[in-house]
């Protein structure tokens, strides 16, 4: 007998409707179909509070079900989710284009009506699995690839030569980096390099401890360990106390992963009068997973002012793709593409394509990692705006403006 979706019989498919027997039909297809870990609910109050104990790969959503519905039950998800493809196939008998608009809209990643066809429901079911399959064995190579170029002492070597982080004992000492407060914020400036001025400052945490992979280790090991978004939002909140002390026509950018950006919805940044000044910057090293996420956690801020920057364009997993969904309003061009790119064609060519880009959405482009002179005059000659680097003043704990090297 051909299971079409056994290859995903490790993975837990969580089924919420309020009529036991559509519950139970769907149960029985799942199973007959190589599914054994269904987990099934007909009380939609008690979704929230079992989503962190469940942990489902995938969950089937009735939408019209009495106490809560299905749109409410949607956006617990997209919280729980916290910006990760948690993928809700809604599976009802509303028919109409605006039950399955708004379904789309509060994060559903696919729609079918009732009376259901069990071969395309099976096929549809086998897709988004394999993308939530996708996207875990890509979170686990990064994770990987970062611990791997890792000579901390909190990292031991498995059975395989593998690194693998010793996570108590990580967790315990990223804890007390929080608790005691042990970092502070540096600040680089972004220089407008034909009118030789500074525009804003990128707020750059640095550690009393310090770590073999820099700054970015601390992080990678704090989202590894369940506490990235505490690490990250201690930064911001350190690096937001200096606002006062730069001109009000200077911004300050916040680096900003997914998950923590996420937050916005229900911890503000700023108060409203700030945002101006403010660029939310997304650091690209991981992959987005729910970018309608994402716009509506940006779109307060944004509404009132703040700006978003797209970071590492020309590494990690961005590319246009990312841009267009992401919509930003800064794109920042790599230093693995700015360095030496007064003698690498290909990465002129690029940085001219990305500028082409950015004129036509109105987007500003920021070269960052700008280390020499020729670099500069080739960005210049390019027709790059704003530009970072040692070359133009190194982080230091206080802004401060810089003469511009001429």
Known sequence: MNQSLAPFATMTVLVIDDNPINVDLLKAMLKSEGLPRIICETEARRVAGMLPLVNPDLILLDLHMPHVNGYQVLDQIRDFAGGTYLPVLVLTADVTPEAR????????????????????????????????????DLRRTVHANGVNGSS???SSHGPNGSVELDEPRVR???????????????????????????????ALARFVQPSPRGPAGWFQDA???????????????????????????????????????LHLRHQP???????????VELTEHVPVEDYAALQVSLAEVRENGARLAADDLGAGYAGFRHLIALEPDIIKLDISLVNDIHRNRPA????????????????????????NADDLAELR????RWAQGYFLGRPAPLPSHGALPA
């Open 101 to 136: 608009n708004r379904a789309l809209e509060h994060g559903a990643r696919d729609f079918l009506t009732k009376p259901l066809d069990v071969t395309e429901v099976m096929l549809r079911i086998a897709n988004l699995l394999q993308t939530r399959q996708l996207y875990a």
């Open 152 to 154: 901390s002492s909190n």
């Open 172 to 202: 315990d000492v990223i804890q007390n980096v929080i608790d005691d407060r042990r970092l502070a914020p540096f600040f680089q400036p972004v220089v407008d390099i034909h009118e030789q001025v500074t525009v804003g400052y990128e």
């Open 223 to 261: 989202h590894q360990v369940g506490l990235g978004f505490n690490l990250e939002w201690l930064a911001v909140t350190q690096a937001l106390s200096f606002l006062e002390t730069i001109p009000p026509e200077c911004f300050l950018a916040l680096n900003m992963s997914p998950s923590t950006i």
């Open 269 to 279: 940044l700023c108060s409203a009068e700030f945002c101006p000044q403010i660029v």
């Open 348 to 371: 002129r060519a690029l940085a001219r394509a990305l500028m082409a880009f950015a004129t036509d959405v109105g987007a500003t482009v920021i070269a960052e990692g700008v280390e």
């Open 381 to 384: 000659e390019l027709g790059v």
